[in-house]
């Protein structure tokens, strides 16, 4: 190794139905992997971190952030993500920089003029749904919300539609939004390689970097029981 770059940074997306690891330096991706996968991401997150470190020839230490998906997705790929991160920005004293799975998405489609709504597929009746202005990047233009499909606000004007949750959003458009809307087929899923670009671009801007909190937009369907969980133990009458 020749000596330390302080412009990589390792980023990675265990948020929805994927497992993806990459390292961005200097405006490309050095080594990136990609797998589609409903569950398995607590297993397979950390070997692939190896695989991507190891094909970019650097350590931990040579990294200047680490960047992860922050939500909204699914509960637990969400904390493998999050554990991750702030696992490995501890262990190496970097910061961890969390970007949203709509940005992501976003961000991995060429800008055009225009309106784009990305849909994330909220794996209930619901979607998860932001809206993004065209020009030279997209730029969010609403805040990201979950909504029934029918229920979902549109932009005024042709617009295109994005994510896993694109079709299904798409199929609730009545003719005369339908008629505005293109649907996008590719990019449906945060790839770590933009999470990892969008990562740098926050280093660059010079804002202040603050640890990476999930972004839920509704309760998790599974609850902790009653009490936390702890058993409860009801005293002996006397005499039973």
Do not use: N
């Not at 798409?170 to 005369?176: I, M, Q």
């Amino acid at each position: 190794m020749t000596g330390p770059t302080p412009a990589a940074v390792l980023a990675f997306d265990t948020a929805c139905d994927a497992c993806s690891a990459a390292v961005w330096r200097d405006g490309a991706a050095l080594a990136r992997e990609f797998v589609g996968m409903a569950r398995g991401q607590s297993e397979a997150l950390l070997p692939m971190i190896e695989r991507v470190m190891a094909a970019a020839k650097l350590e931990f230490a040579d990294l200047a952030a680490i960047g992860v998906t922050v939500g909204p997705g699914a509960f637990t790929g969400l904390r493998i993500g999050l554990a991750a991160a702030r696992a490995i920005a501890l262990a190496s004293g970097k910061p961890a920089v969390g970007v949203t799975t709509l940005e992501a998405i976003a961000a991995a489609l060429t800008p055009a003029p225009g309106s784009l709504v990305v849909a994330i597929d909220a794996k209930r009746e619901d979607l998860y749904v932001q809206q993004f202005a065209g020009g030279a990047v997209w730029r969010p233009a609403s805040a990201p919300i979950a909504q029934l499909p029918a229920a979902v606000a549109l932009p005024a004007g042709p617009f295109a539609i994005a994510g896993d949750g694109a079709a299904r959003l798409y199929a609730a458009l009545d003719g005369e939004a339908r008629a505005r809307a293109t649907l996008i087929a590719d990019h449906a899923l945060p790839d770590a390689a933009v999470v990892a670009r969008l990562a740098a671009a926050h280093l660059v801007s010079g804002e202040t970097v603050v640890s990476p909190r999930p972004l839920y937009l509704r309760p998790p369907d599974a609850k902790l029981p009653q009490d936390g969980g702890r058993i409860r133990v009801t005293p002996m009458r006397s005499g039973a």
